[in-house]
């Protein structure tokens, strides 16, 4: 929805959404910020990102690895704290992007509203997709060489979802 020029415009809204929201999601998260301020600095506020977590409890903090990870990363999450997915974070979602084809699934039995804006991760805004959709790992509690591939994955996904919002004017 614009309104008068482009002046007032609706937020769009990306939930990045892991199982207990204590190291992807809010890695993502982070990470997405960070991107967006460096990558899309005039129209990053047009964008609102917060993750969530399809089990979380609340108020857990991000995963000293993850936090370590980011801070390296150049950015902090040490103000985290984990949060459910409820009712009120669907309504406010304009898509929500899971790590997991389960958890898609979970979400979309419990929330039917979110069927169409709920999507893995790898399968956002990707044309041709057969070989490319995946889980996302879950890097807690393994090794530094998963930790790696998370990473890079998220990288690379968020690179590509926001070179297509913004193909799409979306930012």
Not at 39 to 66: C, H, L, Q
């Amino acid at each position: 929805m614009l309104v008068y020029m482009g002046l007032l415009r609706k937020k769009f809204t990306i939930i990045v959404a892991c199982r207990a929201n204590i190291t992807r999601s809010p890695y993502l998260c982070g990470y997405m910020k960070k991107y967006l301020k460096k990558n899309f600095r005039s129209t990053r506020k047009n964008v609102r990102i917060i993750s969530a977590g399809v089990r979380a409890a609340y108020g857990g903090v991000a995963s000293e690895v993850i936090q370590h990870i980011a801070k390296m990363g150049g950015f902090s999450l040490r103000g985290h704290r984990s949060y459910p997915v409820d009712r009120r974070v669907i309504a406010l979602a304009d898509v929500i992007l899971v790590m997991e084809q389960n958890q898609k699934t979970e979400l979309v039995k419990r929330f039917p509203e979110a069927a169409q804006k709920t999507f893995l991760l790898t399968a956002y805004l990707r044309e041709n997709y057969f070989n490319k959709v995946r889980d996302i790992i879950d890097p807690t509690g393994l090794g530094a060489p998963d930790y790696q591939e998370f990473i890079a994955e998220s990288h690379a996904e968020v690179a590509r979802i926001f070179k297509a919002l913004h193909q799409k004017g979306v930012i």
